[in-house]
């Protein structure tokens, strides 16, 4: 099992000192990678928590690309109907290759309706965009110069330089559709479940993914931990290692400042993860 750690790209901890020495301290202690989170448009009645204060995700990695050597870099999710096909799909292939590959794109549709109202994005059509892009961004990187002729997007050929290695993509969801997104582009799977709920998703995926000839699809989860209890903690973490998670994002919620960030990193890492 891998861990990683989710580091505040929102609220009064998103400061370039905060979420820099965040960062490095995430690669000091041997997490596999660190996570941000994607919102571009927060309503007033939202702002509880950030005060509406978001970076945005790829900008955030962009940076912590040249702070960082070795970690690896995601988002958790990427709202893909948020942004242009194309143009997501350049951003991305920038920062995979700026960073040395270490680019991981958890994607997902979104929530929010009044942040699509915002953007000027059909709701509705979250769904087909997600499905949409995915279908770009795949093709981008698989072709240097190809036209690509879609549903919802078509281009004529061009260059698309520069073309690294494409990142592993995990599908966010739980619904029928991002099941099908997990059959058609996953490299892993990101859902919101509980360890009870997610041990027969797990299954029925997997036997899916199995019919296909695909046996390494990652298994993601995100999750607080009880930290001033280790065994309850340690109690969590085989849960899910149980239901047949091979990744976990550690969220450790709002914490003050880097300081509790190190500290709380730092006691998952030595107690609960590798005791």
Excluded at 16 to 40: N, Q, W
Excluded at 51 to 73: E, H, P, S
Excluded at 120 to 141: C, M, N, S
Excluded at 145 to 151: F, N
Aim: glycine share 10%; with cysteine; charged share 25%.
């Amino acid at each position: 099992m891998k861990f990683a750690v989710a580091i505040r790209n929102m609220g009064a901890q998103s400061t370039m000192p905060t979420i820099k020495a965040c960062a490095l301290a995430a690669e000091r202690l041997g997490y596999d990678a660190l996570f941000v989170s994607d919102h571009l448009c927060i309503p007033p009645d939202q702002t509880e928590g950030s005060g509406g204060r978001y970076l945005d995700v790829l900008a955030t990695l962009a940076f912590l690309a040249g702070t960082t050597a070795r970690i690896r870099l995601g988002i958790s999710v990427l709202v893909l109907p948020y942004r242009p096909a194309v143009y997501t799909a350049k951003l991305v292939a920038t920062i995979q290759e700026l960073s040395g590959e270490r680019m991981i794109l958890g994607v997902g549709s979104g929530w929010m309706g009044a942040e699509f109202e915002a953007l000027g994005v059909d709701f509705k059509r979250r769904g087909a965009i997600t499905t949409e892009t995915l279908r770009v961004i795949r093709h981008l990187f698989a072709h240097e110069a190809e036209p690509y002729h879609g549903k919802l997007v078509s281009f004529p050929s061009f260059v698309f330089k520069p073309r690294p290695k494409c990142p592993p993509i995990w599908i966010g969801g739980n619904g029928p559709a991002a099941i099908a997104r997990v059959m058609e582009f996953g490299d892993g799977w990101h859902p919101m479940l509980r360890a009870g709920e997610l041990k027969p998703a797990v299954e029925r995926v997997k036997r899916e993914t199995a019919a296909r000839g695909r046996t390494d699809l990652e298994i993601v989860v995100r999750s607080g931990f009880p930290l001033d209890d280790p065994v309850r903690a340690r109690e969590r973490l085989d849960g899910y290692k149980n239901a047949g998670a091979s990744y976990v994002i550690l969220d450790l919620g709002r914490y003050a400042d880097a300081d509790q960030f190190m500290r709380e990193a730092e006691s998952f890492m030595a107690r609960v993860a590798r005791p």
